[in-house]
């Protein structure tokens, strides 16, 4: 095996109903997840081949999928422990997507006849509780106008305002681009925005305006069970300048700390301590439900 050949995407795809290599994997040029971005999807983390929130992960593809009215009910935990099991377990990051299928041509509106089009692939991810918050690399993040429309708490696939402010980041030499609108911060490009304020959590509440983050579910029942006081509310730019603390939290990333926003740091510009102690709160309980130590 040579060096690069480590960290190369795994081979087996799931596409309606079949684990097959991904360069055999073909679907239609009128499959409306092409054309229309008619489709939805999950970015679920398995660890040690055991998926981690896959309940609720499932609980917010059934939203997504009942929101913009597919309907698809697969056994998805049987589908997607078999993908990972057949790429060899281990830390892999699972994309699933469904769209709503092909009618052969390219029509906008559709029937009940279309069979959705359910895909599945893998990549390896690392164990972040493995290596510590020390390895933990702080980010630098833009804020930028929001783009999107008003249903964000659907996972859809059509993420073009997300890749363009992630691509403006890229540029400006930042991590992650928050957005606000109507002068409220929403979350970030892939992530959802925390902030801490003299010992309180804050992070923006849930509705149309952001997605339901499964790690801000998370954090904020870590936050309730270790007694850290915490609101969901509106937050402002000039509010996440001021804080002692900010974070932003994914799937796959969990809670990384920003220690600077435009080019401004938040407070001294280090790791905070709320962050470092949600952290182990929150690889300890992953390691915990990975080995069952
Ligand atoms: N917000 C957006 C726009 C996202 O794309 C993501 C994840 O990709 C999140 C929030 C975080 O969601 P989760 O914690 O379930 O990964």
């Not at 893998?122 to 249903?151: E, F, K, M, N």
Request: hydrophobic share 40%; aromatic share 8%; net charge negative.
């Amino acid at each position: 095996m040579d060096a690069g050949s480590a960290v190369m995407s795994p081979e087996i795809v799931y596409l309606n109903g079949e684990f097959i290599a991904a360069a055999a994997a073909k679907i239609s040029v009128f499959d409306r997840g092409f054309l229309f971005g008619d489709s939805v999807y999950e970015v679920i983390p398995y660890y040690r081949g055991v998926g981690f929130r896959l309940a609720e992960h499932l609980v917010r593809l059934r939203h997504s999928l009942e929101a913009i009215r597919i309907p698809a009910d697969l056994d998805w935990p049987a589908l997607l422990d078999e993908l990972v099991a057949r790429n060899g377990g281990g830390n892999l990051s699972v994309y699933l997507q469904v769209s709503r299928g092909s009618a052969g041509r390219r029509t906008q509106v559709y029937d009940g006849s279309l069979q959705p089009t359910v895909f599945a692939c893998c990549t390896p991810i690392r164990d972040i509780y493995a290596s510590g918050a020390d390895s933990v690399q702080g980010y630098r993040v833009i804020v930028t106008a929001d783009l999107r429309w008003h249903r964000c708490d659907i996972k859809a696939t059509g993420l073009l305002p997300n890749i363009l402010v992630l691509q403006q980041a890229k540029e400006a030499g930042a991590d992650e681009a928050l957005m606000i609108r109507d002068g409220l911060l929403t979350e970030g490009g892939s992530s959802n925005l925390f902030m801490v304020k003299n010992g309180v959590l804050y992070t923006p509440k849930l509705g149309s305006e952001i997605l339901g983050g499964t790690t801000r579910d998370l954090v904020l029942t870590l936050a309730r069970e270790a007694g850290i006081p915490y609101q969901e509310t509106d937050l402002t730019y000039e509010q996440l300048l001021a804080a002692d603390e900010v974070w932003i939290s994914s799937s796959t990333r969990a809670v990384v700390p920003v220690l600077e926003v435009d080019g401004q740091p938040i407070a001294d510009g280090q790791k905070g301590p709320l962050w470092r102690r949600m952290f182990e709160l929150f690889t300890h309980l992953q390691h915990r439900l990975m080995t069952g130590e």
